[in-house]
């Protein structure tokens, strides 16, 4: 995909530090806390500096508490930065949050927007007017939304009354209306299943590609963004550990996959002998592949000709194992 | 101006359509409650005006019942204001309103506005129901019934503008349920709105009826039982004059407290 090269996101020595109580032990530490509290203080985002062109797709990924989220909702203007810049086509969210959200659409994981009793149609009607979308304008751009997400046949049903998928596709429309040059989606594959969560893959690329909306996600799973083309932002205890192709990161760290294995027949452990065996008892196994050296395919189609399976897990590395390879090859 | 203003109105609306998709749930959560309150004080004040005669001068057995369903028609509609925000607050929801083009506290009180309008409708058809079956009607002339309209909107307004000041102190300590305990026990004492302030001594009396609580349930609720154009207007106005005192109050809160956000979950 051809993309602009217009920066439109500038974030500059981003810090953000919260406050927070630090309850001290024992029936004594209740009376204390309530006379003279002691404060802790969390970095929650530490120095994050960088630039996002206009048709980018950015993934902020990290563990829980890493500042992906604080970042993005001081991107959004909804928390306010300790210090540091941030230009979102030329203004600062903090000062012009309401002007900035026409531009900008979000999406905040497992907080939906939809009016739960009433059909999509009332929440689109609504938010056209809430944008200030004109009539004329606001038909042609649900009209081509509604088919973009095919959504025609559930648009006049209950909210309540529809899966989760067909609710997906509906909060996305509604993000959508207004036609934001920006969408900020904030873990929106939390408490998804995985047919619900490749749905929401393929909306997202489809989005980026078709709408030409430059997007940022974040999310604690590095599998979420597996097979979207996208740039890949690692993000720990604050700061950026890792800023580029999401493809090298993949051959590099991602090839690894953990498999546990459940048979019927006994384990012959010459079968193994290659590979990282972690756990190991008569009728099961977890071990390691990477995947470049022995390709799952082979690996699987040999243990199901050779063994009566029962129970199979493939397993993508956490994410804190990611980062904790990336710090070990820095230094 | 006035495109802002359909903006927030249609925000009532959706609310209005939303309610009344469960309304069976608010006749049965709500509002059968309210009728049941309705029921024991009708009982109540049957017995004391058979015992005692008239408790107030010039305020009849069913005067007294249909001051009750007024009053807890126009405070209680409007829900549980405080409560709202701060959940809100308390589960990140609020991520969701901050990013859009309205102001969140104007934008919660047009939702809790259509959600109040359902809910005063509900209150006075059956608890109206109850005071009529137990005690009959009270005379309203049907020429101040638009006044009366008014004034028990402006009170609803009022009572939300009150509650939206309590509810910004949600973003500081965040639960200020305790805080709203209090001014909804004010409204339902100082406030005149189970009894009329005049049962009380005359110095509390007095300083009830000046205070902006009796503007959202003793003056209204006394006006529809003993209408004149002269209340009528004084009532308006001072209605007025108390919700642009709040609302001073809230804008100049709100810029001051919505700096102090510090967003839930992430």
Known sequence: MKKENKTIISIKGLKKTFKTKVTKPGMSGIFRNIFSPDYKYIKAVDNIS????????????????????????????????????????GK????????????????????????????????????????????????????????????????????????LGQR?????????????????????????????????????????????????????????????????????????VYDGD?????????????????TEDKIDEKDFKDLTVIKKSKYYIEFEIETHKFPLKKVIDFLFTKYKITDIGINEMPIEDVIEEIYRDQR | MSSQLNKYLSISFINIKESLTYIWDIIFGKVIFIALIIFVFAN?????????????????????????????AIITSIGRFVKEVGDDIKSGEIAN???????????????????????????????????????????????SIPFLLIVA??????????????????????????????????????????????????????????????YSAYHPSKLALIFSFESFFKVFLVQIAWISFFIIILIFFYKYIIKKVSVNGG
């Open chain 1, 246 to 262: 999401f493809k090298n990161i993949k051959q590099k760290y991602l090839s690894k996959k953990l498999l546990k294995i459940t």
């Open chain 1, 92 to 163: 600062d969210p903090s000062k012009k949050r309401k002007e900035l959200s026409y531009d900008i659409g979000t999406i905040f994981g497992q907080k939906p927007q939809l009016w739960f009793h009433l059909p999509p149609i009332d929440s689109f009607n609504l938010f056209a007017k809430i944008y200030d979308i004109d009539q004329t304008i606001y038909k042609e751009r649900l009209d081509n939304l509604i088919n973009l997400f095919e959504i025609s046949d559930i648009i006049n049903q209950p909210v309540r009354k529809l899966s």
């Open chain 2, 153 to 214: 909107l402006l009170a609803m307004l009022l009572n939300l503008v009150i509650a939206s000041v309590i509810s910004l102190f949600a973003f500081w300590i965040e639960d200020a349920s305790s805080l709203n305990y209090i001014y909804s026990k004010f409204t339902f004492i100082f406030g005149g709105m189970i009894v009329p302030l005049e049962v009380y001594p005359p110095l509390v009396e007095k300083i009830a009826s000046f205070l902006p609580f009796s």
């Open chain 1, 168 to 240: 997906m596709r509906c909060e996305f429309v509604l993000a959508l209306l207004h036609n934001p040059k920006i969408l900020f989606l904030d873990e929106p594959t939390i408490g998804m299943d995985i047919i619900v969560k490749k749905t929401m893959r393929e909306l997202i690329k489809k989005i980026n590609e078709k709408e030409k909306t430059t997007i940022i996600l974040t999310s604690h799973d590095i599998g979420d963004i597996e097979n979207i083309s996208t740039r890949l932002v690692i993000i720990n205890h604050g700061e950026i």
């Open chain 1, 50 to 89: 960088l630039d996002i062109k206009k048709g980018e797709l950015v993934s902020f990924i990290g563990p829980n508490g890493a500042g992906k989220s604080t970042t993005l909702k001081m991107l959004s203007g909804i928390l306010f930065p300790d210090s540091g810049k941030i230009k979102i086509l």
């Open chain 2, 44 to 72: 109540l004040w049957t017995v004391v005006f058979a015992s005692k005669g008239e408790v107030i001068p010039g305020f009849t057995l069913a005067m007294m019942v249909w001051y009750l369903v007024f009053g807890e």
């Open chain 2, 97 to 143: 309103y901050l990013t859009k083009p309205y102001n969140y506290i104007v934008y919660k009180m047009f939702v809790s506005f259509g959600k109040g309008l359902i809910n005063f409708t509900l209150i006075l058809i059956f608890g109206g129901l109850v005071a009529y079956l137990m005690v009959g009607g009270v005379e309203i002339s049907l020429i």
